[in-house]
């Protein structure tokens, strides 16, 4: 599923190449054809709720702005990542916030509740949107002071990119997303140190975080999660030192927003020159393909 418009997984650095582009001219006001931005989910429904003791929950479920995901302790994973959202009204009770996901399925779940008790249902994809939510058993959830350290463990990670995902949505995929502004977006979702540059160990928690996000749409059970972690640790580690050899360019060890968008934010040295005269490209191939079995067979043994 195409979740960032930005290479993350591929090696975490390259633009989308939508965003590498030129800005088209603007469409005249009565051609413009861009969605609606989505009702984000109220501030206070957002964070994680749980179903059962707080020392042994049932289940959790974490409510981003535009999405959520369910995690029960021993059920496979929901998550819903909304494509649509609007209030539906619910009388003298507090209206319902409404989050259809995507695909044909387009699962739906109602949200309603304040900063410390939280009720959810999710409908029958056969009952009418103006009978919502009719008979569907409503769900209660409740804070905890911290995360149980099952959950932390599994789905700490994985949690914490998900906001880090909608985060990198808007700012490589919105309507006033750059270039800059995109590679400006991964470094600060992705340092935890605070230094403002991305070390192998920070791209790779990002990487395991989006292995997680991938397992939760799959509706992984727990294991399949946990087994997602695994294979995320070792994906994560190599996809993190590959970013770091093909994108340090000054060799310090970690990754700075102008290395992420050297030659993709700006194409300042793609104007060319006056002199010369093309080369042969099938010469050039030979070339390279020479260089690369000499490394090959020298600096890799191969």
Known sequence: MAVLRVALVAGLGCVSPALAQPAAPAAPASAATAQPAL????PALRGAWFDGECTAPRAMLQVTARAVVRLPSDAPARLIRF???RRQQAGAQTDWHVGIGRGAEAPRILLR??????QTAEPDAKLRDDRLPGDTPLQSWHRCPSPPPAFAALHGEGLAFLGSLEVLEAACGGASASPAGCVAAIVQEGDVSGDKLLSVAEIARMVRGMTWV??????????GVMAAGGGGLL???????????????DGDGKLSAAELGQDRAVFARALGSEGGR????????????????????TILGQ
Do not use: N
């Not at 509740?113 to 939280?118: R, S």
């Open 113 to 118: 509740g304040d900063g410390t008790a939280l």
């Open 278 to 297: 093309p080369l042969r490209l099938e010469g050039v191939q030979e070339g390279v393909t020479l260089l690369r079995t000499l490394l090959d067979s």
């Open 83 to 85: 494509g649509e959202t």
């Open 214 to 223: 991938l397992a939760a749409a799959e509706d992984a059970a727990p294991e």
């Open 39 to 42: 009702l984000p989910v109220p």
């Open 235 to 249: 994906a994560g580690v190599a996809i993190a030192r590959f970013a770091m050899e093909s994108l340090d360019y």
